[in-house]
């Protein structure tokens, strides 16, 4: 069975204001295709009440860093108190409302489970990877660090833009 390992802190970002969340899941493909990592949307709801929505949506990316090691990024959306916004054209799908990100990275060490059948093999591959093969895990982690930062820059970049966007459409 893998073994999670987590990097860093949970991170979390907020926006209020014009958000077109077609788009934004578009971005968040591209950004995955982009950086080469599988999208797996474990979660998907959405709520009404009147004119305003609720969504609530839970992707884990992952991507292959080794024969032993997985990245995995998982991201949980959550929008509040979305009501539509019509724009002059008319041609695309805003919302005005909250959307909150919480953005945690980590490591699945022996994914395949080819060290986990023999608790022996385990431990010896436990302490290879704490004292041999420190200086590699540590690259790992400042570079599944990075590429989850260059997700959160991407997200805040996008909606930046959208904003402004918004406001000329006005």
Do not use: C, H
Not at 130 to 157: F, N, P, Q, W
């Amino acid at each position: 069975m893998a073994e999670k390992d987590f990097i860093g802190d949970i991170i979390k970002y907020s926006f209020s204001g014009i958000i077109p969340l077609d788009d934004l899941y578009k971005a968040l493909y591209k950004w995955a295709k982009i950086y080469d990592y599988k999208v797996i949307e474990k979660e998907n709801k959405a709520a009404l009440s009147g004119e305003k929505r609720d969504n609530v949506s839970t992707w884990m990316l992952e991507r292959k860093a080794t024969d032993y090691i997985k990245y995995k990024i998982d991201v949980e959306i959550k929008a509040k108190n979305l009501r539509e916004v019509k724009t002059k054209n008319g041609k695309k799908k805003y919302y005005k409302g909250e959307i909150a990100f919480s953005f945690s990275a980590y490591f699945d060490k022996d994914y395949e489970d080819v060290y986990g059948k023999n608790p022996l093999i385990k431990f010896t591959r436990e302490v290879f990877d704490k004292y041999v093969s420190e200086g590699k895990m540590k690259g790992l982690e400042r570079e599944i660090t990075k590429e989850r930062d260059k997700l959160i820059a991407e997200i805040r970049a996008f909606l930046e833009v959208q904003k402004l966007k918004a406001e000329e459409e006005e």
